[in-house]
């Protein structure tokens, strides 16, 4: 079966640092992997997906996230942050026709 | 507008009582799917549907009924709400076929609390 792995519960950055959040994947066959993002009070949106083309996943908002198969990893990055980008982060991976979430990485950014 | 919309947004409800969340799509999405968000346990799904009068659990699916007669709602039954029951309840949809990755489109939730 497949499943996520968030490491960390919570970040804490400042406004301008590089931002990396963790997700290591577990999958019998390759997989499809995405990072959801969302707001409080709101429902969540794609940040960006893997879908075995590049490596390297640009999405929205200046977020990237690379795919390493050795490491069964899809950690997402961000070099500057910003204060808008406070909210809770989900990694997520396919299982037949429905996703997987982790149990989400709650990211705050200080001024 | 076209989208995904859930309702009714917010809900207090008493234990015993029966509370039906509503999910409406506008995509003509094949899939609908129900998840619950509670703290530390990220979205766990309740029930999926791959079309009309086509429905399945996920990995929480009890003390909870669903239906689907028509593909654009997907209504989600409480039949006697629990205190553990108190979540926030997510609907999504997503395209079915070839070009189908399994992204999701989610609506903005239902709070529900259950007293």
């Known amino acids: 079966a497949q499943s996520v792995t968030q490491l960390g519960s919570h970040v804490s950055v400042s406004e301008g640092a590089l931002v990396l959040l963790r997700c290591n994947y577990s999958?019998?066959?390759?997989?499809?992997l995405f990072w959801y993002v969302q707001y409080p009070n709101q429902g969540l949106q794609l940040l960006l997906k893997?879908?075995?083309?590049?490596?390297l996943v640009k999405g929205i908002n200046g977020f990237e996230a690379e795919f390493k198969k050795s490491e069964t990893s899809f950690h997402l990055t961000k070099p500057s942050a910003h204060m808008s980008d406070a909210a809770e982060y989900f990694c997520?991976?396919?299982?037949?026709?429905?996703?997987?979430f982790g149990a989400g990485t709650i990211l705050r950014v200080k001024s | 507008d076209a989208g995904i919309t859930q309702s009714p947004r917010y809900k207090i409800t008493e234990t015993g009582r029966q509370v039906t969340l509503m999910c409406h799509q506008t995509?003509?999405?094949?899939?609908m799917f129900w998840y619950r968000q509670d703290l530390g346990h990220g979205l766990r799904l309740i029930y999926y549907?791959?079309?009309?009068?086509?429905?399945d659990k996920g990995e929480v699916p009890d003390g909870y009924v669903v239906s689907r007669s028509k593909t654009e709602n997907f209504p989600l039954t409480l039949e006697s709400a629990t205190r553990s029951q108190t979540s926030v309840y997510f609907c999504?949809?997503?395209?079915?076929?070839?070009?189908?990755?399994?992204?999701?489109?989610f609506g903005e939730g239902s709070r529900l609390t259950v007293l």
């Open positions: 997520a991976v396919r299982g037949g026709n429905k996703l997987v």
């Open positions: 995509w003509s999405h094949s899939y």
């Open positions: 893997y879908t075995s083309a590049a490596t």
């Open positions: 999958s019998s066959v390759p997989p499809y």
């Open positions: 549907s791959a079309a009309a009068d086509i429905t």
């Open positions: 999504a949809s997503s395209e079915s076929g070839g070009r189908n990755t399994g992204e999701l489109f």
